[in-house]
């Protein structure tokens, strides 16, 4: 059985710091590419970050660069997303993915396997 577990969410002040972590089991994760999305209330799912199974490409939405920083800890299966200079607009519940694309690949495709998603609230 496959399982994507999130965790790290909570509420933060505007200007503040949370990492979330995601791990994976029932998949032979370092073959997967990993992708964290986001959902605010009223608004589509997006894709935040992005990190291949390799480790040697990231992305990142325009609207999170140089803010946050997704990495991957293949021995522990884990996914995780450092984010950094949170503001109200970054609220929203944060799911992590796993799929695989072509190198060069669109990550916001990445969809075989979700998590059950960790909530990101930030106050102003």
């Known amino acids: 059985q496959v399982q994507l577990v999130e965790s790290g969410g909570g509420l933060v002040q505007a200007g503040g710091s949370l990492r979330l972590s995601c791990v994976a089991s029932?998949?032979?994760?370092?073959?997967?590419?990993m992708a964290w999305f986001r959902q605010a209330p009223g608004k589509e799912r997006e894709v935040v970050a992005g990190?291949?199974?390799?480790?040697?490409?990231?992305y990142y939405a325009d609207s999170v660069k140089g803010r946050f920083t997704i990495s991957r800890g293949n021995a522990k299966n884990t996914v995780y997303l450092q984010v950094n200079s949170l503001q109200p607009e970054d609220t929203a519940v944060y799911y992590c993915?796993?799929?695989?694309?072509?190198?060069?690949?669109?990550?916001?495709?990445?969809?075989?396997?979700w998590g059950q998603g960790t909530q990101v609230t930030v106050s102003s």
């Open positions: 029932g998949i032979t994760f370092s073959i997967y590419d």
């Open positions: 990190i291949s199974w390799s480790d040697s490409n990231t």
């Open positions: 993915a796993a799929g695989r694309i072509l190198q060069g690949g669109d990550y916001s495709t990445i969809n075989d396997y």
